[in-house]
C-alpha cells in the first residue's frame, strides 16, 4: 500500500496524540484540528431532468444480428433449435414500441442498426451516416428488412452452412462506432434542435472478436465520450443495453454491459429470459409538462461524521464515527452489526434492543435506491409513513431532507425538523446539513476547512435542461474529505424501483470517499405530481494524487424516488 | 455614524450626558428634508388606518325558551338524570314540556337580554343606512306557532305585523321587541305561579331559526351586491342564548320510557310493530311541541351556524362578524356550561373569529354606534419597501419588470409577451400565462373558465380568474396566511399555499420571508447579493400615540422611524395600459381600484420608479382580519438611489380583505408558484 504523505502526517499526530491525551480529551472540540483534504466540482443540473413534449425523441434500436440468435453450428450442421431469438422477437419489440409508444408525438425520429461482425447493410443503404426516419412507416420497413435478412439467413445456413452469410460474429464496437457517427452526423445537421436520444442496445452475447475484446472499460469510454458529446450539443443521450442470451454467457456479457449501462446514464442492465417479454415503451423517460422548481440542495459527505467539531471518517456509512463504533459495541467496517443500521439502531437504544428487534422486524434487508434497508426503515416505523412504494424512506417527513441524510446527522426523519435549531447556535437543522456542520452540538464558528462551501445560481439554459425546467449551476468550492477504510454495502438489489429510478451503491474502495448530492423537485401548482428527490453518488480518493477534477452534466443526476406529498 | 466618547472627569461627563440627551432628542426628532411631511410630529406614526365604511346591519338572535324564565323540574324530563323508576315522573308534565316549575332558577327572569337589545336599538335608531333583524327563538311547531300569535298572524307568514321576514327599519323592530317584552312578562307571571301552561316560551331549537335567518341575510347580501355595496357592508350578529338546547335525544327517550313506548318510535319507519298507535301519537306531538331533537345535535346547529357565517365567504364579498352573548353564566348550572353540552361555548372553541361575552345585567357590554372597546390599539405587524418594477432577477442581476407583472423585460421578450402590459393576453398576468402547468388555462375564455377577469375582490393585485386558476382565495389578499399578499407571492416567485415564514428553500439559515423584505426570491442567498441589489432598511420603535375621536373612543398607534438604507433603482419602459380591476362583483367607476391602492403596478412614465410601502396592521381587540395600509413614492431612475424616510401617517388604509383565518383548503392544497 501506498501511503501518501499527508496520511503519514495524520498517522503520526494521532499516534503522538493516543501517547499525550486520555480519550476524554480527544471529544472535546480543544483538540488540534486534524488535517483535511478537500475536493471540488462543478455540476449542472436541472430542476427535473428529462425530456419535454415539443424536445423531439429519437430512438436508436441497435440490434444484435449474430449468428446465435438464430442458431449454431453443431458439428459441421446447422442447429437452429440453439437460437436465442428465432421467433423474431426483437424486430417486434421495435415494432411495437414505434406503434404504441412512439406515434404518440409527431416528433419522434427512428433509427434502426442491425449488427454482426459489421454493420448490417440494409437494402444497400449506408446506415451509419444516414439520417433519422421521421414516420413510423419508414421505421417499420428497416425493422421489417432486418427480420427478413434473418429470415434468409436461417433458410441459408440450414442449406448451404460452409458459406458465412450476414449473420456472424458479435462487434460491439462497430456498432457503437456506428452509433457514434450517427448521432453526430445528426447533431450537425441539426444544430439547435436539442433532441433527447434512447438508445436500446439488444444483444444476446459477449462480443467477440473486437477492438475492445477483454477491456470492458474500453466499451464504457466510448458510450461516456458519446454522452458528454450529446451534453455539450444541449441534447442528452440514454443507452440502454438489454441482454436476452442464453444463462451460460450472461455473467460475462454483464461484466461489459454493466459498465455501459452506468455510462449510458440507465439504472441497469435490463436482462429477460426471453426478449419478447421486454417493453421498450416502459424503458423511455416520459415527457414532462409540468414545471418543477428545485429545493432543498444537500450536499453530505457519507463517509464522514461530524463530532464534537471535529471530522471523524464513517466508513461504513452507519452515523457512528470508525472511533466510536466500539465504544459503542458496535462494528466499525460493519454497517448493520445487528440487523438495523448502528446509527439507527444507537438511536432507538443500543445494541441489545436491536438483537430483540431483529426477529420482530420480519424484513429481507432490501435496500431502497438511498441504501435505507427496508429493516432500517421498520426500526424507526417510516414505512407508516409512506403513501406508496416509490417514497418509502426517501423523504418520509418531507422536509426536503432525505432520510438518509437525517439518519446520519441525527436529526428526524419522521417529522419536519428542518426550521428548528436542535442545538440552539442559531443555525437551523436544514442550514447546518446544508453546510455540513452538526445539528446537535454547537457549531456555529466551526472552522471553514470542514465545512462544506458552495454557490448555486439558476442560469437560463443548461445542456439537456428541458426548455420549462430551472437549470442550475452548482460550484461546489470546498468539500471535506477523510482518510477511511474499504467498505462494502451487503443489502440487496433496491426494492420499490422503477426503470427511470437509480439505486446508489455506497461501496467504496479504501480511502474513497462518498458524496451525496440530493435535491428535492417540487412541481409547481400541480396536485397530480408528486414532489422527487434527485441525486448523484460521487467517489472521491482522499488521496491527492488520485483525484480528478469532475464535472457532471444534468444526466449525471437521477430521480431517487419520490417524495409522500 | 459619529461616536460619543464620554472621559473621566466630571465636568467633561456632565457635558457628555448632557450631549447625550440632546444626542437622543436629536435622533427621534424628524430630520426634514428626507420626508415630505407637513405637520411634523405625525410623520412617524401610523394613522387611525380607516375601516371601510358601508351598509351596517345588525341581528339580534335572541332567546326565549322557558328556561330564560324558569328552571327545570326535578321531575321533568329536563332532569339531567332519569330516575330508575319511571313512576317518580309527574306523568302528565311529559306531555307538557315547558311547564314551569321552578321560577327562581330562570336564567333571565329580569329580561335584561332583551333590555340590551331595547338600549341597542336606540342606540342604532335613526343611524344612516342601518337595518335590523330582530329573531326571538324558541322550538316546535307548536311553539312557533304560539310565538307567531304576538305578531297577530304569523312568525314569519305574510300576515305578521310587522313581518319578520327581513332586515327592517330599526323602529320595527322596536315593535317586535315590545311584543316580546310582553310575552316574557307574561311568561314569567305564569312560571312564578308554578300552575297552568306557558303562554309563549317553550324548548329551544336554535337551527331551524338560523336556517330562516341565512335566507333572509343571503337575499339581503346578494340585494347589496347587486347594488355594489356588499364589499363595504358589515353584518353583526349578537346570538342571545343560554347555549342549552332543549329537547335532546336523551329528554325524548325519557318521554317515552315515562309512557311506556319503545324507543323504536324514534324511528320514522317501519314502527308499526313496536311502537303502538297510541306511541306513535304521542310521539308525533312531542315533534309538535317539542321540536324534533335531531334538530339539536350539535353538529346540526354548528352547521347551520357555520353556513351563515360563511355567506360573506360564498360570495366574495362583505363581512359577518357573530358575536356569542353568554345571558347570566352565573345562573346556568356547571354541568350545562360544559363544551359537551353548551352550544355556545362549543362554537366558541370551533367557530373562528367568533367573539364571546357573557351579560349579567341589563348594561350592554359597548355601545353599538360608537366606541366597542376602552381603548383601540393598532400594531404594525409587517412592513415592505419594494420596487416591483425593478429588482434581482432569478439569475442574479437586477432588471427591469417595467410593468409590475412578475416577467422581466428580458423574459417577456423571450415568451412573445409585452413588456409594457401586464396581460398581454387578457385573462392572466404575464408571469402566469407562459408557465405551463397555467398556460392552457389562461389561454380559456373566462366565461368558460367562469369567471371575471376584471373583479379583484380581495385587492391583492390578481383577477378572479388567476386566483381561480393558481387556487387561491379570490375572498383573501393572504390566502396562505404568511403575510405575504397573493399577488407580490407571484411577483416575487413565493409559495402561493404554504407559509413562507417557515420555508427556507435555499438552506442559508434566512427564511423565504427575510428573502422577500429585501426584495429577493426565495432562492437567492441574501448574504452573497450586493448590498445595492436588496432592499434593506432600519425600523426603529418609538412609541405610542393616542388620540381621542370625537365618539370617545380611544385610538392607540405605534410610532416607528423608518428610513430606506438601499433599493434597486433602475431605468424602466414605462407601461401602456391602464389596470382596470374592481373590488367587489360590479365593474362600476367607484369600485374601480385607484392607482394609489394597487400593489402590481407600472409606471407611466420610462424614467420613474415607484417603491411601495406595504404596512400590514392588526387591531389588537380584533384578531379575525388584518388591515393593510400603502403609500407610494416615485423616484426618478436617473437620480439613482438617496437614503430618505417614510412619512408613516401618510400611508392610506386599502381596501382589501385579509381575513387572518386562512381558508383551510387553500392551505393543503397550495403548491409553489
Redesign the interface.
Known amino acids: 500500500m501506498k501511503i501518501t504523505r499527508r496520511f503519514a502526517l495524520i498517522v503520526a499526530a494521532s499516534i503522538s496524540l493516543l501517547a499525550t491525551a486520555c480519550s476524554k480529551a480527544r471529544l472535546t472540540t480543544t483538540e488540534s484540528p486534524r488535517p483535511v483534504e478537500q475536493f471540488s466540482l462543478n455540476a449542472k443540473f436541472c430542476s427535473k431532468f428529462g425530456r419535454t413534449n415539443s424536445q423531439p425523441l429519437k430512438v436508436i434500436f441497435v440490434v444484435d444480428m449474430s449468428m446465435s440468435n438464430i442458431g449454431k453450428f453443431v458439428g459441421s450442421k446447422f442447429d437452429s433449435s440453439f437460437g436465442t431469438d428465432l421467433l423474431e422477437a426483437r424486430f417486434d419489440a421495435a415494432n411495437q414500441f414505434v406503434t404504441d409508444c412512439g406515434s404518440q408525438n409527431s416528433n419522434n425520429e427512428y433509427s434502426v442498426i442491425g449488427f454482426s461482425n459489421g454493420i448490417i447493410s440494409v437494402n444497400g443503404a449506408e446506415v451509419c451516416s444516414s439520417p433519422f426516419v421521421k414516420t413510423a412507416g419508414e421505421a417499420k420497413n428497416i425493422v421489417e428488412a432486418l427480420r427478413q435478412i434473418q429470415k434468409d439467413n436461417v433458410t441459408h445456413y440450414s442449406t448451404s452452412p460452409t458459406v458465412a452469410k450476414d449473420m456472424t460474429e458479435t462487434d460491439y464496437s462497430k456498432a457503437i462506432d456506428c452509433l457514434q457517427t450517427k448521432i453526430t452526423s445528426d447533431l450537425q445537421k441539426n444544430s439547435g434542435q436539442q433532441p433527447f436520444y434512447q438508445v436500446f442496445f439488444m444483444t444476446d452475447g459477449k462480443p467477440n472478436p473486437d477492438p475492445c475484446s477483454g477491456r470492458p472499460e474500453c466499451y464504457k469510454t466510448k458510450i461516456e465520450l458519446l454522452s458528454v458529446q450529446a451534453a455539450t450539443a444541449s441534447s442528452a443521450i440514454k443507452f440502454q443495453p438489454i441482454f436476452y442470451g442464453k444463462s451460460d454467457d450472461k455473467a460475462q456479457a454483464l461484466k461489459i454491459l454493466d459498465p455501459m449501462a452506468e455510462a449510458g446514464k440507465v439504472d441497469q442492465v435490463q436482462v429477460v429470459d426471453d426478449i419478447k417479454n421486454i417493453k421498450l415503451c416502459e424503458l423511455t423517460s416520459k415527457p414532462i409538462s409540468v414545471r418543477y422548481r428545485k429545493e432543498s440542495l444537500n450536499v453530505t459527505n457519507l463517509t464522514a461524521k461530524m463530532e464534537r467539531g471535529q471530522l471523524l471518517p464513517d466508513s461504513d456509512i452507519d452515523g457512528i464515527p470508525d472511533e466510536l463504533e466500539n465504544q459503542f459495541g458496535y462494528d466499525p467496517i460493519q454497517r448493520r452489526t445487528y440487523g438495523v443500521m448502528d446509527g439507527v439502531c444507537k438511536a432507538l437504544g443500543g445494541p441489545s434492543l436491536c438483537k430483540s428487534l431483529q426477529t420482530q422486524l420480519n424484513c429481507q434487508n432490501k435496500n431502497n435506491n438511498l441504501s435505507l434497508s427496508d429493516c432500517d426503515l421498520r426500526a424507526l416505523k417510516l414505512d407508516n409513513l409512506s403513501t406508496g412504494p416509490l417514497d418509502l424512506g426517501i423523504d418520509s417527513d418531507n422536509d426536503g431532507l432525505p432520510d438518509l441524510v437525517e439518519i446520519l446527522k441525527d436529526t428526524l426523519p419522521n417529522f419536519d425538523d428542518g426550521s428548528s435549531d436542535l442545538d440552539g447556535d442559531g443555525l437551523t437543522n436544514r442550514n447546518e446539513i446544508f453546510r455540513g456542520s452538526q445539528p446537535n452540538f454547537p457549531d456555529r464558528d466551526i472552522r471553514k476547512e470542514i465545512l462544506i462551501s458552495l454557490n448555486e445560481s439558476l442560469t437560463k439554459t443548461a445542456p439537456g435542461c428541458a426548455v420549462n425546467q430551472e437549470a442550475w449551476a452548482l460550484d461546489l468550492t470546498h468539500v471535506p474529505l477523510v482518510p477511511v477504510k474499504a467498505f462494502k454495502e451487503v443489502g440487496s438489489r433496491p426494492m420499490n424501483s422503477r426503470n427511470d429510478m437509480k439505486y446508489l451503491d455506497i461501496s467504496h474502495e479504501e480511502n474513497e470517499n462518498v458524496i451525496l448530492i440530493t435535491f428535492k423537485s417540487v412541481p409547481e401548482n400541480d396536485l397530480k405530481s408528486k414532489s422527487e428527490v434527485w441525486g448523484t453518488l460521487i467517489k472521491i480518493s482522499y488521496d491527492a494524487l488520485k483525484q480528478k477534477s469532475i464535472s457532471l452534466n444534468p444526466s449525471d443526476f437521477y430521480l431517487m424516488g419520490e417524495g409522500v406529498q | 455614524m459619529k461616536r460619543l466618547y464620554c472621559g473621566k472627569s466630571l465636568l467633561k461627563l456632565l457635558v457628555c450626558l448632557v450631549g447625550l440627551t440632546g444626542c437622543t432628542n436629536a435622533k427621534l426628532a424628524p430630520s426634514k428634508g428626507s420626508v415630505e411631511s407637513a405637520s411634523a410630529g405625525d410623520e412617524f406614526y401610523l394613522a387611525t388606518p380607516k375601516e371601510q365604511k358601508g351598509p351596517r346591519r345588525f341581528i339580534f338572535f335572541v332567546d326565549m325558551s322557558n328556561s330564560m324564565v324558569s328552571g327545570g323540574c326535578k321531575t321533568d324530563v329536563d332532569n339531567d338524570k332519569e330516575p330508575a323508576d319511571p313512576k317518580e315522573f309527574d306523568v302528565v308534565q311529559a306531555t307538557t314540556p315547558g311547564l314551569p316549575c321552578a321560577s327562581d332558577k330562570g336564567v333571565d327572569p329580569n329580561a335584561d337580554r332583551l333590555a340590551i337589545v331595547e338600549k341597542w336599538l336606540n342606540e342604532l335608531d335613526g343611524q344612516a343606512d342601518t337595518k335590523v333583524i330582530l329573531m326571538p327563538f324558541t322550538g316546535g311547531i307548536m311553539e312557533t306557532n304560539r310565538l307567531a300569535a304576538s305578531y297577530g298572524g304569523g312568525l314569519f307568514g305574510a300576515g305578521a305585523k310587522p313581518e319578520i321576514g327581513g332586515f327592517t327599519e330599526v323602529r320595527d323592530a322596536k315593535e317586535i321587541l315590545t311584543r316580546l317584552k310582553t310575552q316574557h312578562k307574561t311568561d314569567l307571571e305564569i312560571a312564578t305561579k308554578g300552575v297552568g301552561d306557558t303562554k309563549f316560551m317553550g324548548t329551544s331549537t336554535p337551527a331551524t331559526f338560523l336556517s330562516r335567518l341565512s335566507q333572509f341575510v343571503y337575499s339581503d347580501m346578494k340585494d347589496l351586491q347587486d347594488k355594489g355595496q356588499l364589499t363595504t357592508a358589515s353584518y353583526r350578529m349578537f346570538f342571545f342564548s343560554d347555549g342549552v338546547a332543549t329537547p335532546t335525544l336523551s329528554q325524548v327517550k325519557t318521554a317515552l320510557n315515562l309512557k311506556k313506548c319503545s324507543h323504536t318510535c324514534l324511528q320514522k319507519e317501519n314502527n308499526t310493530k313496536t311502537c303502538s298507535k297510541e306511541c306513535r301519537d304521542y310521539f308525533q306531538e312531542i315533534l309538535d311541541y317539542w321540536g324534533n331533537p335531531e334538530d339539536n345535535s350539535f353538529a346540526n346547529i354548528k352547521q347551520k351556524m357555520t353556513a351563515l357565517t360563511m355567506l360573506p365567504e360564498i360570495l366574495g364579498e362583505g363581512s359577518f362578524q357573530l358575536n356569542l352573548i353568554t345571558v347570566h353564566p352565573e345562573r346556568i348550572e356547571e354541568s350545562e356550561k360544559a363544551i359537551e353540552t353548551n352550544y355556545l361555548a362549543n362554537f366558541k372553541k370551533n367557530l373562528l373569529g367568533a367573539k364571546s361575552l357573557s351579560i349579567q345585567s341589563s348594561i350592554p357590554p359597548f355601545s353599538l354606534a360608537g366606541a366597542n372597546a376602552d381603548v383601540v390599539s393598532y400594531k404594525l405587524t409587517a412592513l415592505y419597501a419594494l420596487n416591483n418594477n425593478f429588482r434581482l432577477n ?3 442581476d437586477v432588471e427591469a419588470d417595467s410593468d409590475g407583472d412578475g416577467l422581466f423585460d428580458s423574459e417577456e421578450l423571450q415568451f412573445s409577451k409585452d413588456p409594457r402590459k401586464q396581460r398581454t393576453s387578457g385573462v392572466c398576468l404575464d408571469s402566469i400565462a407562459v ?4 398556460k392552457d388555462r389562461c389561454a380559456t375564455p373566462p366565461e368558460i373558465l367562469g369567471c371575471n377577469k376584471n373583479w379583484d375582490t380581495d385587492g391583492d393585485g390578481l383577477n378572479e380568474c388567476e386566483e381561480m386558476i ?2 387561491t382565495s379570490p375572498s383573501d389578499f393572504d390566502s396562505d396566511g404568511d403575510l405575504i399578499p397573493d399577488g407580490l407571492e407571484v411577483v416575487y416567485r413565493n409559495y ?1 399555499g404554504r407559509d413562507d415564514g ?8 434566512v ?1 423565504n420571508h427575510v428573502n422577500f423584505m429585501a426584495g429577493l426570491m426565495p ?1 437567492h442567498y441574501i448574504d ?1 447579493v450586493r448590498a445595492s441589489d436588496k432592499v434593506s432598511f432600519s425600523k426603529q420603535f418609538l412609541g405610542f400615540k393616542s388620540d381621542r375621536q370625537i365618539n370617545g373612543q380611544l385610538i392607540q398607534t405605534e410610532g416607528y422611524r423608518i428610513q430606506v438604507l438601499g433599493i434597486p433603482i433602475g431605468t424602466v419602459l414605462g407601461t401602456s395600459e391602464d389596470v382596470a380591476l374592481y373590488y367587489g362583483k360590479v365593474s362600476k367607476p367607484e369600485n374601480k381600484i385607484p392607482e394609489s391602492q394597487q400593489i402590481l403596478f407600472g409606471p407611466k412614465t420610462s424614467n420613474s420608479n415607484s417603491i411601495i410601502f406595504l404596512a400590514r396592521i392588526i387591531d389588537v381587540n380584533d384578531t379575525s382580519k388584518a388591515i393593510w395600509a400603502m403609500l407610494r413614492k416615485p423616484i426618478v431612475a436617473e437620480k439613482g438611489f438617496t437614503s430618505f424616510g417614510l412619512d408613516l401617517s401618510k400611508m392610506q388604509t386599502l381596501q382589501v380583505r385579509d381575513p387572518i383565518k386562512a381558508i383551510e383548503a387553500v392551505k393543503t ?5
Open positions: 432569478p439569475y442574479g408557465q405551463p402547468a397555467y393558481l387556487g402561493l417557515y420555508l427556507d428553500t435555499n438552506s442559508d439559515n427564511n432562492h452573497k392544497n397550495g403548491r409553489p408558484l
